[in-house]
């Protein structure tokens, strides 16, 4: 009898751990919100908005999304923010974001004008994260594991009020953010769309022919900036007059961005302006380049330009939107997309269903007190096994 009990006490223990862990992972499941959301509507109208119409100021080079070590290397960042710092310094980076997983981190030598918060959010097992930028609060609630579109609709909900911008993160990783998500999700500002664990256009194109005014930025997303595959790779070009926060922060709410692939953070080209010309689109560039591939609905291609420094191209057939991706030898540009609009851009907020909500959560809460009470008596079933005494036999 000693001997199975000794074989019992690591299943209890296990069994506890287990649904101790299954109670965690579900209770935030409770405060789940509904939400009716907008009828996204196609881009339309006769006027053109241009996110490069402002052509004065320089092209910064930023990264908005590397991670220090945090958290005791839980977050298996490598380095401590001013290793990080110098690691992108010393390749020509003017910004350096780092966006530690609910963690605002800086390098010491970052000057004051020039910083503001950003940290990454997830804490679910499927990578649906998010990236606020100029955050006033970390947001720390999460819903762990399985998440409809209410769920990722809530945590957008439940960030934005804190962040001046908010971008969704790699949504291609483990197929997070599918794109047929993007036809109803609103109140973000970004989608991230080159990442070294994935790229997402076509998450970007389904917004767009959606018609959600979502703009485009690249970012590492390094956790060990000594690995050249994962350093150095993707950022972002912002058009901007100085490094100042709010500056590069406008740069970026305007779309005067441009997510650019490459190595080594090693830029070999230059937009030297993209306007709108009467009825047509002039770009032009500083550098031929390879090719240079016009996208417009459903991410088709509509023109390609090859070995060319510039490009004029006639919008009056050209629904929804126009973006433009260069080739170039070494690096490969990804630009905001011209939208067409009546005057400004469409701006879409889902509406909390207070009645559903309710409804949600009471069913849910009553479903998860019954979880309890059957877990309390397996396990209190479970100690009495091993842990009764035995009772004497009299005569």
């Known amino acids: 009898m000693f001997f199975r009990k000794l074989l019992l006490l690591p299943l209890f223990l296990l069994t506890f751990v287990l649904l101790l862990l299954t109670a965690l992972a579900f209770y935030p499941y409770i405060f789940t919100n509904i939400y009716k959301f907008p009828a996204i509507k196609p881009f339309s109208?006769?006027?053109?908005?241009?996110?490069?119409?402002?052509?004065?100021?320089?092209?910064?080079?930023?990264?908005?999304?590397a991670h220090a070590k945090a958290w005791s290397g839980l977050t298996n960042g490598k380095f401590v923010p001013n290793r990080l710092d110098s690691i992108y310094r010393s390749m020509g980076y003017?910004?350096?974001?780092?966006?530690?997983?609910?963690?605002?981190?800086?390098?010491?030598d970052?000057?004051?004008?020039?910083?503001?918060?950003?940290?990454?959010?997830g804490l679910n097992i499927f990578k649906r994260h998010q990236q606020a930028l100029d955050a006033k609060k970390i947001v720390n609630f999460d819903y762990p594991l399985f998440q409809t579109l209410h769920h990722k609709q809530?945590?957008?909900?439940?960030?934005?009020?804190?962040?001046?911008?908010?971008?969704?993160?790699?949504?291609?990783?483990?197929?997070?953010?599918?794109?047929?998500?993007?036809n109803y999700l609103s109140n973000y500002t970004h989608i991230e769309i080159l990442n070294h664990f994935r790229t997402s256009l076509p998450q970007w194109d389904a917004a767009l022919t959606?018609?959600?005014?979502?703009?485009?930025?690249?970012?590492?997303?390094?956790?060990?900036?000594?690995?050249?595959?994962?350093t150095g790779r993707f950022w972002t070009m912002v058009r901007a007059s100085s490094l100042l926060n709010n500056l590069i922060l406008d740069g970026l709410r305007k779309g005067n961005s441009i997510a650019v692939k490459g190595d080594s953070g090693f830029v070999d080209n230059e937009l030297r302006y993209l306007l709108i010309d009467g009825d047509s689109m002039r770009l032009k560039l500083q550098n031929p380049a390879d090719s240079i591939r016009l996208i417009s609905m459903n991410g088709s291609m509509v023109y390609t330009a090859v070995n060319s420094d510039s490009l004029s191209y006639f919008l009056q057939k050209v629904k929804g939107y126009l973006r433009a991706e260069i080739y170039?030898?070494?690096?490969?540009?990804?630009?905001?997309?011209?939208?067409?609009?009546?005057?400004?851009?469409?701006?879409?907020?889902?509406?909390?269903?207070?009645?559903?909500?309710?409804?949600?959560?009471?069913?849910?809460?009553?479903?998860?007190?019954?979880?309890?009470?059957?877990?309390?008596?397996?396990?209190?079933?479970?100690?009495?096994?091993?842990?009764?005494?035995?009772a004497k036999h009299t005569i």
């Open 328 to 390: 170039n030898p070494k690096t490969s540009f990804f630009l905001n997309p011209l939208i067409r609009t009546n005057g400004i851009l469409p701006a879409y907020k889902p509406v909390k269903n207070a009645a559903f909500s309710f409804v949600f959560r009471v069913v849910g809460l009553i479903i998860y007190l019954v979880y309890l009470v059957v877990a309390y008596k397996i396990l209190t079933k479970m100690f009495k096994v091993i842990f009764r005494k035995r």
């Open 45 to 65: 109208g006769g006027e053109w908005y241009n996110p490069y119409a402002d052509t004065s100021g320089k092209w910064f080079k930023a990264n908005f999304h």
């Open 210 to 230: 959606a018609g959600y005014p979502a703009f485009g930025y690249g970012n590492d997303d390094s956790h060990d900036q000594s690995n050249k595959d994962e």
């Open 154 to 182: 809530d945590m957008i909900e439940r960030m934005r009020p804190y962040s001046k911008l908010l971008a969704i993160n790699h949504p291609e990783f483990m197929d997070a953010y599918p794109p047929d998500d993007f």
């Open 94 to 108: 003017d910004f350096i974001g780092i966006s530690d997983y609910h963690k605002i981190s800086k390098a010491t």
């Open 110 to 121: 970052t000057p004051e004008e020039e910083f503001f918060p950003i940290y990454e959010h």
